[in-house]
């Protein structure tokens, strides 16, 4: 898709969830949710990995980049909030360290670039990260104990599954990348892209309180932790290791990406600060994809 296409189907879909979210409508967030987690995303995982090109990318590299992209932006968000309460660190570590990986970025690099191979690889070490240490934090920080099942869960997370699968089915299967069967499932993978968007829409949090981004001050530290910090350790680790360009593009958009939305689940579930965690959605995703259509304007992504 165009540029041009792409600036006004992004803001679309998102509105349109917005719409829906506050509509008397019998699809939920949490339905919606549901399908993307369990069946769209899982199957867009198998498709797109079952038919990239691996060949220019050097999948350790880029798992190893992903887990010190991860790593510095913890470090950096528990030393801008380790004067806090155990509740308020917490809150900034799990915000300021576990980002949207599928909602936002698959649609922005999909449309851009018209595949998601380098962000497929960069995104699961962020997932099963974010399913494991993540909830193991913020069980610890909100609760003074360890979640014992996260483990388990973590495992048998449906984008990993789908994931490895695809990865594991290339030898197996060769020549069904070339049937109408695949090509009819990647296409129903690829909805995934724009239901997400619809998602997104729908479970940001808008208010007047929403906009006061810096009136809160464990949301102004998660905002500048994303926003400002993240986009600094992503391109310094561009220029220490010069990944390819595809490699290099993804870790720029997922460094611009907002809290996960699903860290309101993490953080409702384990008596964190739950205002603050709604205030760090709605702004920070708007600045987010306009930063990212600013960059792509100029050519720098």
């Known amino acids: 898709m165009s540029d041009l296409t792409n600036i006004l189907l992004i803001p679309s879909l998102m509105l349109l ?27 867009l995982m198998f498709a797109e990995i079952f038919k ?29 909030s380790r004067k806090l309460g155990s509740k308020e660190l ?6 300021s360290t576990f980002f949207n990986n599928i909602f936002l970025p698959f649609p922005l690099i999909y449309s851009f670039y018209g ?10 070490p962020t997932m099963i990260l974010h399913n494991t240490v993540g909830v193991f934090l913020a069980s610890y920080w909100g609760q003074g104990r360890f979640e014992k099942k996260v483990l388990i869960r973590a495992i048998t997370y449906p984008p990993l599954l789908g994931f490895l699968l ?27 892209v724009y239901l997400s968007l619809i ?31 993240s986009p600094l350790v992503a391109a310094l680790l561009t220029l220490i290791f010069s990944p390819s ?17 699903t860290n309101l689940l993490i953080i409702s579930r384990f ?22 259509f600013a960059l792509r304007g100029l050519a720098v992504i």
């Open 245 to 261: 360009e595809a490699v290099r593009n993804s870790l720029l958009i997922m460094s611009l990406m907002p809290p996960a939305v």
């Open 115 to 124: 595949d998601l191979s380098a962000a497929l690889v960069f995104s699961l």
């Open 52 to 80: 990239a090109d691996l060949t220019g990318l050097a999948l350790g590299n880029i798992v190893l980049l992903s887990l010190l992209y991860v790593g510095l932006c913890f470090g950096l968000s528990y030393l801008s």
């Open 90 to 95: 917490g809150t900034v570590v799990i915000n």
């Open 166 to 192: 695809g990865f594991l089915a290339r030898p197996l299967i060769p020549g069904f990348a070339a049937t109408t069967a695949f090509a009819w499932l990647h296409q129903f993978g690829l909805l995934t």
């Open 199 to 229: 998602f997104v829409g729908m479970v940001i949090p808008l208010s007047k309180e929403s906009l006061l981004v810096f009136g809160n001050r464990i949301t102004g530290i998660i905002t500048v932790n994303r926003l400002l910090l």
């Open 17 to 43: 969830g917005i719409l829906l979210g506050r509509a008397r409508v019998g699809l939920k967030a949490k339905h919606l949710e549901f399908l993307l987690i369990n069946i769209m995303a899982p199957i």
């Open 271 to 292: 008596d964190l600060d739950v205002k603050s965690t709604s205030q760090s959605l709605f702004v920070p995703t708007l600045i987010s994809v306009g930063a990212i």
